[in-house]
C-alpha cells in the first residue's frame, strides 16, 4: 500500500502505527530468546550455591553436635561445664564461611594457646600461675609442641579447606548474579530496529510464512549482543578458575573430611599434652621459672582426678552422621564440575543458539528460501565476527564500537576480581569475602565494584601455605596452629578457668 516502505532503503517497512507495534514486538521476541538461554544457567549457578551452601553449613553443624556428644560420654561433666572453648571454636569457623572477619590461623592459634593455658593449669594443681607466668609458657608453644603434631596439621587442613568451600561458594553466586545482570540488558535502538527489520519486515511484505536466513539472524544477533560477547574471555578465564578450585573440594583439603574426625583429633591432642605433662612441666620450668606452690588444702584436683584420663575411645566411621544435606561433596563437585565445562563459551554461543531455535530463522537449510532483509532470497553478506569491535563491518546492525555497554562492563570486572580471588584460594592464600547481599544499584556486579575503581591488586590475610599436600588421613591426622589473638575467645577461656576452679575445689 500507500504506507509501505522497501526495506532495502533503510529500516523503515511498514506504516509508522506498524512500525510502532512491531518494533516493541521485535524487543520483545529478543528478550523472551536471550532470557530463555540464560534462565537455564542462571538456575543451575543459583541451584548449586544453593546445595553447597546448604551442605557447608550442615557440615558445620554435624561436626559440632558430633564433637558435643562424643565429648561428653568421654569426659563427662567436666566438658559440659566447660564447653564454651569449643563451642567459640565453631562459632568463629561458621563466622568465617558466611563473611565475618576471621583470620583463620590467628583464631586457630587462639584456640591451642588458651588450651594450653588452661591444661598446663590442670596438670600442675600445685602451682599458682600468673598471667604473666602463662604468657611466658604460650611463647614456648612452637618449641615444646605440647599437643603435638595436630595443630600444625588441624591449621593446614582447615584454612585451605575453609578457603577453597567459601570461595567457591561466593563465585557460584557472582556466577548466577552476573547472569541475571548481563542477560537484562536491552538492545541499543539501532539494534531494536535491526530486529524489527529481520522479523517483521517480511510481514509487511505479504511474506508471513518466511523466516530470516540462519547468516542474515546471525549478523543480527551478533551485532545486536556485541557486548555480551566481550563478556565470553572473562568468563571462560572465570570457568576455569572455578574448576581449579573444585579440585581443591575433593582434593586432600576437602572440608567434609577435614571437619568429619576433627573430635578425635581435638581430642588426641588434649591426651597427648596429658601424656607428656611432666616433659612439658620441666621445659616451662626451665625456661619460664618455678612457680609459687599454692598453700596447703588449696591444691586444685589434678586432671587425672577430674575425668580426663580416659582416652578418646577410636573413631568409627559407622558412627558419624551419614551425610550433610542429605549429600556428599564428592558427589557435589562431580555434578557441578560437569555443569561449570557446559557453562564454558555460553556468551559467544549464543547468537547461535537463538538463531538455531526455528522462531527465529530458518536454520542452515532452505538458504534460498529465506527472509534476507529485503527479499525472498539468499542471503550473501559474510558472518561479523564476536565482540564489539568485530561489528565494525557488521551489514545489518549499526554498532557504536567506541561506546560500550557499562552494565555488562561492571560485571567483567566482577568476573575478573572473583577469577583473581580463586586463583588466590587455590593457591592457599585467603581472601576478602565478597557481600554480595548489599549492592549500590541493579546494575551493579555482585563484587560490588564500579569500573574506575576495581583493581587487580588484592590485600590477603595471614592465611598462606606452601609446600607439598599430603592425603588425609580420615581418624588422625590434619592440619596446624599456631598463636595469636581473639578477644572474645580469650574471655571465654577465661570464664572457662573460672569454672573450673570452682569445680576442682
Not at 568465617?96 to 584456640?111: K, P, R, S
Not at 545486536?224 to 566481550?230: R, S, T
Not at 557481600?435 to 563484587?447: A, R, T, V
Request: aromatic content about 10%; glycine content about 6%.
Amino acid at each position: 500500500g500507500d504506507h509501505l516502505k522497501v526495506c532495502s532503503q533503510g529500516y523503515t517497512c511498514c506504516s509508522q502505527e506498524m512500525e510502532e507495534k512491531y518494533g516493541q514486538q521485535s524487543k520483545h521476541d529478543f528478550r523472551n530468546a536471550v532470557v530463555e538461554l540464560s534462565n537455564h544457567l542462571q538456575t543451575m549457578f543459583s541451584s548449586r550455591y544453593k546445595k553447597f551452601d546448604e551442605f557447608f553449613k550442615e557440615l558445620l553443624e554435624n561436626a559440632e553436635k558430633s564433637l558435643n556428644d562424643m565429648f561428653v560420654r568421654t569426659y563427662g561433666r567436666l566438658y559440659m561445664q566447660n564447653s564454651e572453648l569449643f563451642k567459640d571454636l565453631f562459632v568463629e569457623l561458621k563466622r568465617y564461611y558466611v563473611g565475618g572477619n576471621v583470620n583463620l590461623e590467628e583464631m586457630l592459634n587462639e584456640f591451642w594457646a588458651r588450651l594450653l593455658e588452661r591444661m598446663f593449669r590442670l596438670v600442675n594443681p600445685q602451682y599458682h600461675f600468673t598471667d604473666e607466668y602463662l604468657e611466658c609458657v604460650s611463647k614456648y608453644t612452637e618449641q615444646l609442641k605440647p599437643f603435638g603434631d595436630v595443630p600444625r596439621k588441624l591449621k593446614l587442613q582447615v584454612t585451605r579447606a575453609f578457603v577453597a568451600a567459601r570461595t567457591f561458594a561466593q563465585g557460584l553466586a557472582v556466577a548466577r548474579d552476573v547472569v541475571s545482570k548481563v542477560s537484562a540488558v536491552n538492545p541499543t535502538p539501532q539494534g531494536t530496529r535491526a530486529l524489527l527489520k529481520m522479523m517483521y519486515c517480511p510481514h509487511c511484505r505479504g511474506l508471513v510464512s518466511v523466516k530470516p536466513c540462519y547468516n542474515y539472524c546471525f549478523n543480527v544477533m551478533r551485532g545486536c549482543l556485541a557486548n555480551q560477547g566481550d563478556l565470553d574471555a572473562e568468563w571462560n578465564i572465570f570457568m576455569d578458575s572455578m574448576l581449579l578450585v573444585a579440585e581443591r573440594l575433593e582434593g586432600p583439603f576437602n572440608i567434609e573430611s577435614v571437619m568429619d574426625p576433627i573430635d578425635v583429633k581435638i581430642s588426641d591432642a588434649i591426651m597427648n599434652m596429658q601424656e607428656n605433662s611432666m616433659q612439658v612441666s620441666q621445659k616451662v620450668f626451665q625456661g619460664c621459672g618455678q612457680p609459687k606452690t599454692l598453700a596447703q588444702g588449696r591444691t586444685a584436683r589434678s586432671v587425672s582426678e577430674s575425668g580426663f584420663s580416659a582416652r578418646f575411645r577410636p573413631y568409627n566411621p559407622e558412627e558419624r552422621p551419614t551425610t550433610a544435606a542429605g549429600t556428599s561433596l564428592d558427589r557435589l563437585v562431580t555434578d557441578v564440575k560437569e555443569k561449570l565445562k557446559q557453562a564454558k563459551k555460553f556468551w559467544s554461543s549464543l547468537p547461535g543458539n537463538i538463531c538455531n531455535d526455528e522462531k527465529m530463522s530458518v536454520g542452515t537449510v532452505n538458504e534460498n528460501e529465506c527472509w534476507n532483509g529485503s527479499a525472498k532470497s539468499r542471503y550473501d553478506f559474510a558472518v561479523t565476527g564476536n565482540g564489539l569491535a568485530s561489528q565494525v563491518n557488521n551489514p545489518e546492525v549499526e554498532v557504536d564500537i567506541t561506546k560500550p555497554d557499562m552494565v555488562i562492563r561492571r560485571q567483567i570486572m566482577a568476573l575478573r576480581v572473583m577469577t583473581n580471588k580463586l586463583k588466590n584460594a587455590y593457591s592457599g592464600n585467603d581472601v576478602d569475602f565478597i557481600d554480595i547481599s548489599e549492592e549500590s544499584s541493579g546494575e551493579e556486579s555482585g563484587s560490588g565494584c564500579e569500573l574506575q575503581q576495581c583493581s587487580l591488586e588484592f590485600e590477603f590475610n595471614a592465611t598462606e601455605v606452601t609446600g607439598n599436600s599430603n592425603k588425609s588421613d580420615k581418624t588422625v591426622n590434619t592440619s596446624a596452629a599456631t598463636r595469636s589473638s581473639l578477644s572474645q575467645a580469650a574471655l571465654l577461656l577465661s570464664l572457662l578457668f573460672l569454672a573450673m576452679q570452682r569445680q576442682w575445689r
